[in-house]
């Protein structure tokens, strides 16, 4: 079944103005995001993740960055009123070791700024081996994910019916099943299977990086609190195709042809009820175009029956993140 012919929720994209980064990452907004969804036209809604864009300048630190919410919650109101997807949800940053009176005060300002649309925190694992020549390096300090006020954090979200959101490189994966285990109360939602770094000392390493993370996935889906997105490995700093121009940019079989045993082991392990696919745009759109992995999307899935292919497309998305 091609891309276009089941309902799709996009549940992982990111916005930002012409400031973020310094301007060295250009803009990406309404129109921007529009321009990519409409190439599948199946794609009818989406959420936003955080990415530490349009902070606020001022004021206390630990609410700079509902900031973000309310620049995101003005986007998606415009995308309410427009032809195209709309931004359904919105999954915002906080420190997650704060005490929790002051935990409560960021995430009750997120819920007041989103609009009715806030749904989670991501408050990413990810920290940046040393020496690796990451394009985008994880900032969060080692061992971030074993700190009791950091557990205490994540355990409140699901408290509150919120869910938790975390990215981080494979060689962190082991950490992200210790940390299920201490929170089974939360919804964990790990993005982009744990990224599998392809640049430096792991350049050309990928298919010894798979069977190391096969069984950590699996022992992972052993936690019956925590679901995957299915996406998210066209990063640059994955290694499989090159900003350099080297490698050219994949068609579906291109695709497939290096990626497809991800997608199928995740969901062999989690099931169609616990993974979602996500496009991860447009820090993906490095490498690859959306339509492509969509339709790749649409090959894989064509192996499960209709009601798994509901779920994952837009059912496990809408369930998680209640939209």
Same mark, same amino acid.
């Given at each position: 079944m091609a891309a276009n012919?089941?309902?799709?929720?996009?549940? $992982?994209?990111?916005?930002?103005?012409?400031d973020f980064m310094g301007g060295l990452a250009g803009s990406y907004l309404l129109d921007d995001l529009h321009a990519d969804t409409d190439t599948v036209p199946a794609v009818v809604g989406t959420l936003f993740m955080e990415c530490g864009a349009s902070y606020r300048p001022d004021g206390p630190e630990h609410l700079r960055p509902v900031g973000e919410t309310e620049f995101v919650a003005g986007v998606a109101a415009a995308s309410e009123q427009a032809p195209g997807a709309t931004i359904l949800g919105i999954v915002g940053h906080a420190d997650l070791t704060l005490p929790l009176d002051r935990l409560d005060e960021v995430l009750d300002a997120h819920t007041?700024?989103?609009?009715?649309?806030?749904?989670?925190?991501?408050?990413?694992?990810?920290?940046?081996?040393?020496?690796?020549?990451?394009?985008?390096?994880?900032?969060?300090?080692?061992?971030?994910?074993?700190?009791?006020d950091f557990r205490r954090g994540v355990a409140h979200l699901g408290e509150r019916g919120l869910t938790y959101d975390t990215w981080q490189? $494979?060689?962190?994966?082991?950490?992200?099943?210790?940390?299920?285990?201490?929170?089974?109360?939360?919804t964990v939602v790990v993005d982009h299977f744990s990224t599998p770094i392809g640049v430096g000392e792991w350049a050309g390493r990928h298919d010894e990086i798979?069977?190391?993370?096969?069984?950590?996935?699996?022992?992972?889906?052993?936690?019956?609190?925590?679901?995957?997105?299915l996406g998210g490995l066209a990063m640059p700093d994955n290694g499989f195709w090159p900003i350099d121009g080297s490698v050219p940019?994949?068609?579906?079989?291109?695709?497939?042809?290096?990626?497809?045993?991800?997608?199928? $082991?995740?969901?062999?392990?989690?099931?169609?009820?616990?993974?979602?696919?996500?496009?991860?745009?447009p820090v993906d759109k490095f490498c690859v175009d959306y339509p492509v992995v969509w339709e790749a999307f649409a090959r894989l899935a064509s192996?499960?029956?209709?009601?798994?292919q509901d779920a994952l497309f837009a059912g496990t998305a809408r369930r998680v993140y209640r939209v």
């Open positions: 012919e089941r309902e799709i929720v996009d549940p $992982h994209h990111h916005l930002w103005g012409p007041a700024a989103a609009g009715g649309r806030f749904r989670g925190i991501r408050d990413a694992l990810a920290s940046a081996p040393p020496g690796v020549p990451l394009m985008i390096p994880g900032p969060a300090e080692p061992g971030r994910g074993a700190d009791p490189y $494979h060689t962190q994966l082991g950490d992200v099943v210790d940390l299920a285990r201490a929170v089974p109360g939360t798979f069977e190391a993370w096969k069984p950590v996935l699996t022992e992972l889906a052993s936690c019956p609190n925590v679901v995957v997105k940019r994949p068609d579906v079989d291109g695709f497939l042809a290096v990626q497809e045993r991800w997608y199928l $082991h995740a969901i062999d392990c989690f099931g169609p009820d616990r993974a979602m696919f996500e496009s991860n745009f192996r499960y029956d209709a009601a798994e």
